[in-house]
Nanobody, 122 residues
Framework: QVQLVESGGGLVQAGGSLRLSCVAS????????KGWFRQVPGKEREFVAA????????YYADFVKGRFTISRDNAKNTVYLQMNSLKPEDTAVYYC???????????????WGQGTQVTVSS
């Protein structure tokens, strides 16, 4: 029984910031990698960032490098995605995920949250 719940989405103007949170709960969590993906209608879910829970190693998609930061709080079982300098093309539903491999491949992740909407206006 593992559950991931995202929060922090909303409507912001271009250039603004949001911090997304993902709280993990359950008796145990499989693996040690937490990731963020995003999806817009008609497109595949795309990788944003991931972090190794134990080591703190991280991995970013090229198109968000320098604007977004992934971090975690082990005591709170929470992973964050700090998003700065947001652009209209960042508009999407953002999903938290959990897996065992620090990878950009969505199929490698085992658990998914329900998503939180991020909308960036021009």
């Amino acid at each position: 029984q593992v559950q991931l719940v995202e929060s922090g989405g909303g409507l912001v103007q271009a250039g603004g910031s949001l911090r997304l949170s993902c709280v993990a709960s359950g008796r145990t969590l499989r693996g040690d990698v937490k990731g963020w993906f995003r999806q817009v209608p008609g497109k595949e879910r795309e990788f944003v960032a991931a972090i190794s829970w134990g080591s703190g190693s991280f991995y970013y998609a090229d198109f968000v490098k320098g604007r977004f930061t992934i971090s975690r709080d082990n005591a709170k079982n929470t992973v964050y995605l700090q998003m700065n300098s947001l652009k209209p093309e960042d508009t999407a539903v953002y999903y938290c995920s959990a897996g065992t491999v620090l990878t950009h491949t969505a199929s490698a992740y085992d658990y998914w949250g329900q998503g939180t909407q991020v909308t960036v206006s021009s």
